[in-house]
Nanobody, 127 residues
Framework: QVQLVESGGGLVQAGDSLRLSCAASGRTFTTYVMGWFRQGSGKEREFVAAITWSGGRTSYPDSVKGRFTISRDNAKNTVYLQMISLKPEDTAVYYC????????????????????WGQGTQVTVSS
């Protein structure tokens, strides 16, 4: 069993920056992918970023590429999502998730890759 706890959300203005954290505890996989997803009000949950357990590979959709950066601190079992130049359309509940690494980062956007999810943290960007 793995527990994931997100933090760092809040209310910011457009153009501001924010850093989310996801702390993992429990029995993690030997090799894994950690991802961030978000779900806006009335919208489907969408992929935001992913990183392999080694930190060597990352993945982003075009909507956040260049503005969001995912990183990890293995010593702290924590993954981060640094967000800059935030836009009102970034408003959503942000979730982190962890799943077994299956040899490629290409599958990272697929939610069924992930076995455990956090409870989410709200990010609100005002215009």
């Amino acid at each position: 069993q793995v527990q994931l706890v997100e933090s760092g959300g809040g209310l910011v203005q457009a153009g501001d920056s924010l850093r989310l954290s996801c702390a993992a505890s429990g029995r993690t996989f030997t090799t894994y992918v950690m991802g961030w997803f978000r779900q806006g009000s009335g919208k489907e949950r969408e992929f935001v970023a992913a990183i392999t357990w080694s930190g060597g590979r990352t993945s982003y959709p075009d909507s956040v590429k260049g503005r969001f950066t995912i990183s990890r601190d293995n010593a702290k079992n924590t993954v981060y999502l640094q967000m800059i130049s935030l836009k009102p359309e970034d408003t959503a509940v942000y979730y982190c998730a962890i799943g077994r690494y299956r040899g490629t980062i290409v599958d990272a956007p697929h939610q069924d890759l992930y076995d455990y999810w956090g409870q989410g943290t709200q990010v609100t960007v005002s215009s």
